[in-house]
């Protein structure tokens, strides 16, 4: 039976009378933001003196309730409090510029405005009708992207969550343009290095292709596939029955920055009607250097590829770019037709993210995009990415010189280094190198093992890394080398 009306009315008020303290007094908004403020001003100047890895106080982020939503607000102050010393403290710090490992994130504070201003107006960025200020933003910023590569009018992409996602996205677009049925799927065959990011096994799993064959492309001695090898394997593929329909190539592998021979792999994949992925998730906005861009030649005559603005243009992290040369591709793998979006239909001037991208529901991503880009200027972040070129230069000749044994130079801003050459001694030494800088914490790098062997990294790509920062590690590395 239905309730009494009075009785509905009563409810409203009650539950609408706790429900309005989502919606604070304009003088407590203000106060309550000027101490969020007041948070992120003392993180900021604060940052020279923190460390790039804090290894004590893993054990105060054990249990906690602090972290569990209970019934009644708790005050902002001990919240905050709360954020620096569990979350802010213990761990990897990628705001700093001593952060040298992995591929190092960045955290423009012009980019968190953007965040702020995308939540606190929450415009919806999914599809045209809705928003079409934020979805010509977003689109601009995908085809200023697409311009970037040399991507002809036509192309299409999307902001995505990060290089994970968008590899996800460019896989499954791959699919479905190449027509690759679930019968298909153990005569089809995918071509990588083992320089492939991880992501991309993940995202071959993911859709369905996890079945497929994954043939391992033999690499050169820079850890770059091998155009030859490429194509005698896939032509013995053709010939055995198989159908090759997928080639993932690395413009910058994270391990070691390598950047494959674009344009000839290029070649194998137009000459064979394979599809040519390129994953340049960390190398992509290189592109925004003379050297980068010859480095990267051919990179146009990929059929997608991916490039993270939260790793090339120091975004925090959040913000992965998808592009597919030709956006009919991309439309097919993810259009979409349902009753509750047909007023969305009749005024579709752009193209909608949510027709081009898994996502529905989105975050605004464009703003922290947009925002720190034309504020800044591109000047600045060209000069960012071509210091840390030099950087990764400067780092591997002085290190060279420190007695440690090196790669050759770097395609990009990745050098891998370690002493010795291979033999059990060695990785111990090399091992306690790494663990002995990571201790101390003013400078972070990350290892990893090339060819069998345990290999230090050293990768630049923070807005924040300077000379200095290089020079702190090299300090140690001098005195490590020393006491080995
Ligand atoms: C080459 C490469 N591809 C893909 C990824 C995955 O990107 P994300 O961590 O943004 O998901 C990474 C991450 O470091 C990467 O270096």
């Keep these: 039976m239905d309730p009494d009306i009075d009785h509905i009315v009563e409810q409203l008020e009650r539950h609408g009378r706790i429900g309005r303290a989502l919606e604070l007094p304009v003088e407590r908004r203000k106060a309550l933001f ?56 213990p761990g990897l710090n990628p705001a700093s510029g001593g952060h040298l490992g992995y591929i190092p994130g960045g955290g423009l504070e012009a980019a968190a405005w953007g965040d702020l201003l995308a939540a606190i107006t929450n415009r919806y960025a999914g599809v045209f009708y809705s928003s079409p200020g934020a979805v010509r933003m977003e689109n601009e910023l995908v085809r200023w992207s697409g311009r970037l590569v040399g991507y002809p009018e036509g192309c299409g992409g999307c902001l995505l969550s990060g290089g994970s996602m968008a590899n996800l996205t460019a896989i499954a677009t791959a699919r479905t343009a190449m027509d690759l049925k679930g019968r298909d799927l153990d005569r089809g065959v995918v071509y990588l290095t083992e320089q492939a990011h991880h992501s991309l096994h993940k995202a071959l799993r993911l859709t369905g292709l996890g079945e497929c064959i994954v043939r391992q492309v033999p690499m050169d001695e820079r850890h770059r596939m091998r155009p030859d090898a490429l194509r005698e394997q896939a032509l013995a593929d053709k010939r055995a029955g198989l159908r090759p329909f997928l080639i993932i190539a690395n413009a910058g592998s994270t391990d070691v ?42 990179i146009a005559r990929a059929d997608s590829l991916v490039m993270d603005p939260h790793k090339g243009l120091f975004l925090p992290y959040g913000t992965g770019v998808l592009l597919v040369k030709d956006i009919r591709h991309l439309r097919a793998a993810n259009s979409y037709e349902a009753h509750y979006m047909q007023d969305a239909r009749d005024r579709m001037h752009e193209p909608s993210p949510a027709e081009l991208s898994p996502e529905l529901s989105k975050h605004f991503r464009g703003l922290r995009l947009w925002l720190p880009l034309k504020l800044h200027g591109l000047a600045p972040f060209r000069a960012c990415l071509e210091e840390k070129l030099w950087l990764a ?29 291979g033999t059990a001694e060695a990785e111990i030494a090399n091992r306690r190198i790494a663990q002995t800088i990571q201790r101390d914490g003013r400078v972070f790098i990350s290892t990893t093992v090339l060819n069998g062997v345990f290999t230090l990294r050293f990768a630049a790509l923070s807005f924040r890394t300077h000379r200095e920062q290089v020079d702190v590690l090299l300090e140690q590395l001098e005195r490590l080398a020393v006491m080995s």
């Design 34 to 89: 000027t101490r969020v403020q007041g948070y992120a001003d003392r993180f900021l100047d604060g940052l020279a003196e923190r460390k790039a890895y804090e290894a004590d106080g893993y054990e105060r982020t054990g249990a906690d309730r602090q972290f569990v939503p209970e019934e009644h607000g708790t005050d902002l102050d001990e919240l905050l409090e709360h954020l620096a010393e569990r979350v802010d403290g």
């Design 257 to 298: 920055g390598a950047v494959d021979p674009l344009d000839a792999l290029a070649d194998v994949a137009a000459g064979l009607g394979i599809w040519f992925h390129v994953d340049a998730a960390y190398g992509g906005y290189f592109l925004l250097t003379e050297h980068g861009r010859a480095v990267m030649a051919g």
């Design 393 to 421: 230069r400067y780092f591997r000749q002085r290190v060279s010189a420190l007695g440690y044994e090196v790669g050759p130079p770097p395609d990009l801003s990745v050098v891998h280094f370690r002493l010795g050459s």
